[in-house]
């Protein structure tokens, strides 16, 4: 049975791109447009890992992850942070909220994978 990600990120485009590269990877992939979308979503579905954006409405990432970390059904489960923010207190900001891996978009697909199979094991 294949791995299920779970993709958080406003941008419609960067959920297709990201949901394609990691479906060609053998991963079932479940997608959500904001934090609260993605919360809903992890209540109802079992989720092996999650990429999150930082920017986006309703709830930014970084709350999401805290969020994520504070159940206990997902407190050790993978977290990838896909963001633009590039800076040093972003990065950091994004680990103590619980982040595994920290990527700066664009990130390509081959690179996404080779972090999901690091985390959770081939598909």
Same mark, same amino acid.
Do not use: C, W
């Given at each position: 049975?294949?791995?299920?990600?779970?993709? $958080?990120?406003? &941008?419609? @485009?960067?959920?297709?791109? !990201? &949901? +394609?590269?990691?479906?060609?990877?053998?991963?079932?992939?479940?997608?959500?447009?904001?934090? @609260?979308?993605?919360?809903?979503?992890? /209540?109802?579905?079992? *989720? =092996? @890992?999650? $990429? *999150?954006?930082?920017?986006?409405?309703?709830? =930014?990432? +970084?709350?999401? *992850?805290?969020?994520?970390?504070?159940?206990? #059904?997902?407190? #050790?489960?993978? $977290?990838?942070?896909?963001? !633009?923010? !590039?800076?040093?207190?972003?990065?950091?900001?994004? +680990?103590?909220?619980?982040?595994?891996?920290?990527?700066?978009?664009? *990130? /390509?697909?081959? #690179?996404?994978v080779a972090q999901?199979? @690091?985390?959770?094991?081939?598909?």
């Open positions: 049975m294949s791995k299920t990600i779970l993709i $958080v990120d406003d &941008s419609e @485009l960067t959920l297709e791109i !990201t &949901s +394609f590269a990691i479906s060609e990877a053998g991963y079932k992939t479940l997608t959500a447009q904001n934090g @609260l979308e993605a919360l809903e979503i992890l /209540h109802k579905e079992a *989720v =092996d @890992l999650m $990429v *999150v954006d930082i920017i986006m409405p309703d709830m =930014d990432g +970084f709350t999401l *992850v805290r969020k994520i970390r504070e159940g206990e #059904e997902y407190s #050790e489960k993978p $977290v990838i942070i896909m963001t !633009t923010q !590039t800076g040093a207190k972003d990065k950091q900001k994004g +680990f103590e909220a619980g982040a595994n891996v920290y990527l700066i978009k664009p *990130v /390509h697909g081959d #690179e996404m999901i199979e @690091l985390l959770i094991g081939e598909a």
